[in-house]
């Protein structure tokens, strides 16, 4: 199993930008980016292909941009204009996912 330290997170003000970094013990295919708010349910923010091609939920379009770096088995997440419904732990993982989750880290966008 492929495992995945996130890092990056914190605190922020609306407005403003963080970017996320994911170290996996390998890289596949397709990763992405998912996210989990207190009392619902995980949802994915965005995916890439190893060819670099992307995807992203509708929620984050035009605001967060996901790219990867095979060399270095890390893929990040480049998040601006932050809103405070992006508040949530983020994780990264195989899409479709299928490993053990990280920790994840959290993210929480507040004035």
């Known amino acids: 199993q492929v495992q995945f330290v996130e890092s990056g997170g914190g605190l922020v003000q609306p407005g403003g930008s963080l970017r996320l970094s994911c170290a996996a013990s390998?890289?596949?295919?397709?990763m992405a980016w998912y996210r989990q708010a207190p009392g619902k349910q995980r949802e994915l923010v965005a995916s890439?292909?190893?060819?670099?091609?992307?995807n992203y939920g509708d929620s984050v379009k035009g605001r967060f941009t996901i790219s990867r770096d095979n060399a270095k088995n890390t893929v990040y997440l480049q998040m601006n204009s932050l809103k405070p419904e992006d508040t949530a732990v983020y994780y990264c993982?195989?899409?479709?996912?299928?490993?053990?989750w990280g920790q994840g880290t959290q993210v929480t966008v507040s004035s």
């Open positions: 993982n195989r899409y479709p996912p299928r490993d053990s």
């Open positions: 890439i292909r190893s060819g670099g091609s992307s």
């Open positions: 390998g890289i596949y295919y397709s």
